[in-house]
């Protein structure tokens, strides 16, 4: 091998500074794996020729799964043959992203066995991702995980793998069991997520209070974000506590309160909790005095999606309230009214929120039997082209 | 016993959780009462039991070698009882009992390169997509823009001094696997030329009304090209998004000339206060210029300056520029406002000034 060929020059640089280096951890990896020292020689001509050498994915994947495993295959195998097929496999992460030492080295052993040795912790929707195996590899990657009690994601078309944040394991501010409803709307699913079934994919992310720290409003098609109906709980001398040791509580919690339903009047804090929007912004400067209410449940929230193709979308409500208890039953109901329209009205790569904007969501919630109510909206139409339903059927 | 071949497993779905909490965690599960933050990267959560766990909080790359996350599972195993975890945002976080842990963890991370920090009022780490390392369609590349970036706002990491938290992400072109639309400040790889149609492979390798179906605005249409089907592309009508190379890898994007990047600014996910909000485009074009971006990371450390001197205490940066207003926010970063910051696709009346509030 010609020395240049060897000579990572640009990508050296990217060693230097206090930020950790992704171009160490190659190295690194480089040490015991071929496809890892080719990955670094393709990495280096990129960044030489400004262009990815990456071709379009291929059908590759493991036995009876139609996701899962994104194929990769490389425009330059000829030159870089350890990374000639370098697929990816995604693995269900355990919800949360809670890990032992133990779980971690039982991960790298078999992927030290099987493929790159590089890994993401983790992909963007949520996955651990395993990047960089032959695809006969995929087959005993997978079967040594699964022995192990390890599962892939979505892919494609299908269910892809839902994600929440650290909920009730770490925080006191879960107003639903966020790991739990994770999990088991992860169980529940495994023919959809293993078996794209779909027009086009469907997030599902899972937030257990409205400061949504898995992105769900905007990264999931359907977002299920915690939050209260009751009143704020107030430790009045907690509250007393932070003026004293100098909170600004009108400046700095009041006035800044979205729907102004706070005062304070230097001894005493009132809520008129039923114009509070629950925005958690007093209860996140205020930890110790202020907490959600008793009366938890979730906002279920439909629709969000990045641009492609008609332009990104932020979820917009569904269901204004979920009790807590009551989240996985009207879940299930609920998506499969939701699915059962999209298999039918939907078109080939229009996500649900797409769908919705194309039919309307009166015409979307006739479909799954759901009734208008004022929280859907932000406000009412202000054009009166109306399409009246008078002499259709059913209108009286 | 004989070696019976184990039978083939398929849909056993992820472990279950609960194996992998901390005995704290587990004891205390739904019962926290509130939490302190003892120092940038560093929490402690106080349950009703009057337990705490405390949280030793690192940015990482998120490309991983196996041998790393063996050196965090050792860490793990000296410092937290083997009990660890990830964010959403590639941080690396332990989970103490022991509050005199603390420091010698920190200090053992810090040795070994990884910054402790990213809590609060901090930039937290990069949330990105995969680029020139494993993806077909990227525009750039994604890790080496996160370590360019990070490095130059490293102590905004490692220090909790910005009026609000401020996330950054990254995208390596329009399908946002990153999903930057939502952040205080996005970097979005961009294709500026339409797909350089093969019309000799196209027909084997792509299905015609599919790939049709798959344009926003409609650009492509049937073509019979040397007595082959084939499409044409309506240059006028294409706006790079990619979507027709993902169906179609006849229809390639990438230009090293022309592929860049667009600066995009003042998203928000969470609800506090304002509502959760788009980004916003700031500067539409920048050259991909690796490896170290000197002209995005020094229009992002401008963001982050501009914004850490003038908002106010708790206001993201799309609140602080919504109360200050698009025209001082161009004038106080020096960004040039130019045709293509006014929107012209759908919606795009929704974002014409359509009050006489002006402010001069």
């Known amino acids: 091998m010609p020395d240049d060929e060897t000579k990572t020059e640009l990508l050296d640089e990217l060693e230097k500074g206090p930020w950790p280096s992704f171009v160490k951890e190659i190295k690194s990896a480089a040490q015991t794996s071929a496809s890892a020292q080719d990955l670094l020689r393709q990495l280096e001509l990129s960044y030489r020729e400004k262009k990815g050498h990456w071709k379009h994915g291929g059908l590759v994947g493991v036995l009876g799964y139609g996701g899962g495993v994104i194929g990769r295959y490389s425009d330059a195998g000829d030159q870089f043959p350890g990374v000639a097929q370098f697929h990816t496999l995604r693995v269900n992460q355990p919800a949360g992203w809670f890990y032992t030492s133990e779980a971690l080295r039982t991960i790298c052993d078999i992927w030290e066995r099987h493929g790159s040795g590089l890994t993401n912790l983790h992909g963007s929707t949520g996955d651990l991702i395993l990047l960089g195996a032959r695809s006969a590899e995929l087959e005993p990657t997978f079967q040594e995980l699964a022995q192990a009690g390890f599962d892939l994601g979505g892919s494609g078309s299908s269910f892809r793998t839902p994600s929440c944040c650290v909920g009730m394991a770490r925080c006191e501010w879960a107003c639903y069991d966020a790991m739990k409803l994770c999990y088991d709307l992860t169980m529940a699913y495994q023919d959809e997520m293993h078996r794209p079934p779909f027009p086009y994919k469907f997030k599902l992310k899972c937030a257990a209070c409205p400061n949504d720290c898995v992105a769900a409003i905007a990264r999931a098609d359907l977002s299920i974000i915690g939050t209260w109906k009751d009143s704020i709980q107030v430790d009045e001398s907690a509250v007393t506590n932070y003026a004293s040791e100098g909170l600004n509580i009108q400046k700095e919690v009041c006035d800044l309160c979205p729907s102004k339903c706070m005062d304070w009047d230097g001894r005493k804090l009132s809520i008129e909790d039923h114009e509070c929007v629950h925005c958690m912004h007093c209860i996140n400067v205020m930890p110790k005095a202020l907490r959600p209410g008793m009366e938890r449940g979730a906002v279920i929230m439909i629709g969000g999606k990045a641009p492609i193709m008609q332009g990104a979308l932020l979820s917009s409500v569904l269901v204004p309230f979920v009790p807590a208890e009551e989240l996985m039953d009207t879940l299930k109901e609920l998506i499969r009214r939701v699915w059962d329209f999209w298999d039918e009205h939907g078109n080939s790569r229009e996500r649900i929120g797409e769908m919705i904007q194309r039919v309307g969501l009166p015409a979307f919630l006739d479909g799954i039997g759901l009734d208008p109510v004022p929280e859907m909206v932000s406000e009412p139409r202000d054009n009166p082209y109306i399409f009246y339903q008078a002499g259709k059927d059913g209108e009286k | ?360």
């Not at chain 2, 500067?283 to 003038?310: G, T």
């Open chain 2, 1 to 360: 016993m004989s070696s019976m071949p184990q039978p083939r497993l398929t849909d056993i779905g992820p472990p279950h959780y609960e194996k992998y909490l901390h005995p704290l965690i587990k004891k205390n599960y739904g019962q926290w009462r509130y939490h302190e933050n003892l120092a940038p990267g560093v929490y402690c959560h106080v349950a009703e039991s009057g337990d705490r766990i405390y949280t030793v909080r690192a940015g990482t790359p998120r490309l991983l070698s196996v041998q790393t996350l063996r050196r965090f599972a050792d860490l793990a195993d000296k410092y937290s009882g083997g009990y660890l975890r990830f964010t959403s945002r590639n941080n690396l976080e332990f989970l103490l009992d022991d509050p005199a842990r603390i420091e010698p963890l920190k200090q053992e991370l810090i040795a070994r390169g990884y910054p402790v920090g990213g809590t609060n009022n901090a930039i937290s780490n990069i949330v990105h997509t995969q680029g020139w390392i494993h993806c077909h369609s990227s525009a750039t590349d994604a890790s080496g823009l996160v370590k360019c970036v990070m490095d130059a706002v490293y102590e905004r990491f490692t220090h909790e001094d910005l009026p609000a938290k401020l996330r950054i992400a990254v995208a390596c072109c329009l399908n946002m696997c990153g999903a930057v639309h939502c952040s205080d400040i996005a970097i979005l790889g961009v294709h500026r030329l339409p797909p350089k149609i093969q019309h000799g492979t196209l027909p084997r390798v792509c299905e015609v009304p599919t790939l049709i179906a798959s344009c926003p605005t409609g650009a492509i249409r049937p073509a019979t090209v040397e007595g082959k089907n084939s499409v044409s592309v309506v240059e006028q009508q294409c706006m790079y998004c990619g979507n027709c190379y993902t169906v179609c890898p006849a229809m390639p994007m990438n230009d090293a000339d022309n592929d860049g990047l667009s600066i995009w600014v003042g998203g928000k996910v969470s609800n506090a206060r304002s509502a959760p909000k788009f980004s916003k485009l700031a500067i539409p074009f920048l050259p991909n210029n690796p490896p170290r971006w000197p002209e995005v990371v020094e229009s992002v450390v401008k963001i982050v300056d501009v914004y850490a001197k003038h908002a106010r205490k708790y206001e993201r940066v799309g609140e602080w520029i919504e109360r200050i207003g698009w025209p001082r926010f161009f004038r106080l970063t020096g960004f040039e406002f130019t045709r293509y910051h006014i929107d012209d696709f759908k919606h795009a009346a929704l974002t014409y000034a359509r009050s006489a509030h002006v402010r001069y």
